[in-house]
């Protein structure tokens, strides 16, 4: 089984540029999550698709920060205009969908660090 | 008060020792219970959930939860200097879908 595939790996940008993270869940996960972790702390939940609707998005910066499910699979995570404090491993994750053994434990993909410069 | 609170260490154990790891959450709405292992520069990787109260064991780790006292503890036995990483405890609500609420983590240090 593939695991969650996640790009770049790696961006560098200037503060008040755009960068784009794209990430393809497990094939059959209905429920994928866009994590941010910043060093020393804990994975923190910016967005949770069920499918291709947004389920949570309270913590998403919606100012800046925006993101889209295309046809229930693949996933884009945008930041624009980028701030320093936004530097961090972005982090997406899959789960099966809601119902069945398993709900809620989470694959990670790789993660895509951002240094904001 | 933080959903899920950890304390964030180093907790530092001799090989071969027992480690235990603890986790607090704020939601009596939580029903299931998880613990990732994060090596440093690497994702979160799942290694123990834990869904009703009591022990449950899966090799060398057992996973405690005690869902009065809204606690979930983690004890690795034999520990190996492998299992030097950051710990996260994550939390879910039931429901129609699943919200995973994760805490600060605990970086464990094995002495060999």
């Known amino acids: 089984e593939a695991g969650v595939a996640q790009s770049p790996r790696y961006k560098i940008i200037e503060k008040r540029q755009s960068v784009a993270f794209w990430c393809n869940p497990i094939?059959?996960?209905?429920?994928l999550y866009w994590y941010q972790q910043i060093l020393g702390q804990g994975p923190k939940l910016l967005i949770q698709?069920?499918?291709?609707?947004?389920?949570?998005d309270s913590q998403l910066p919606k100012d800046r920060f925006s993101a889209e499910r295309l046809k229930g699979v693949d996933s884009t995570l945008k930041i624009q205009p980028a701030k320093l404090e936004d530097s961090a491993v972005y982090l997406c994750?899959?789960?099966?969908?809601?119902?069945?053994?398993?709900?809620?434990?989470?694959?990670f993909g790789e993660g895509s660090r951002l240094t904001v410069l | 008060q933080k959903e899920v609170e950890q304390n964030s260490g180093p907790l530092s154990v001799p090989e071969g020792a027992i480690a235990s790891l603890n986790c607090t959450y704020s939601?009596?709405?939580?029903?299931?219970f998880f613990w990732y292992r994060q090596y440093s520069g690497k994702s979160p990787e799942l290694i123990m959930s834990?869904?009703?109260?009591g022990d449950k064991e899966d090799g060398r780790f057992t996973a405690q939860l005690n869902k009065a006292s809204q606690y979930v503890s983690l004890l690795i036995r034999d520990s190996q200097p492998s299992d030097s990483a950051t710990y996260l405890c994550?939390?879910?609500?039931?429901?129609?879908?699943?919200?995973?609420?994760f805490g600060t983590g605990t970086k464990l240090q094995v002495i060999p």
């Open positions: 994550a939390v879910a609500l039931s429901g129609g879908y699943q919200k995973v609420t």
């Open positions: 994750a899959s789960s099966r969908p809601p119902g069945l053994l398993g709900t809620g434990e989470l694959f």
């Open positions: 094939s059959g996960h209905a429920t």
């Open positions: 698709f069920q499918n291709n609707g947004v389920v949570d």
């Open positions: 834990i869904y009703s109260n």
């Open positions: 939601d009596r709405g939580s029903q299931s």
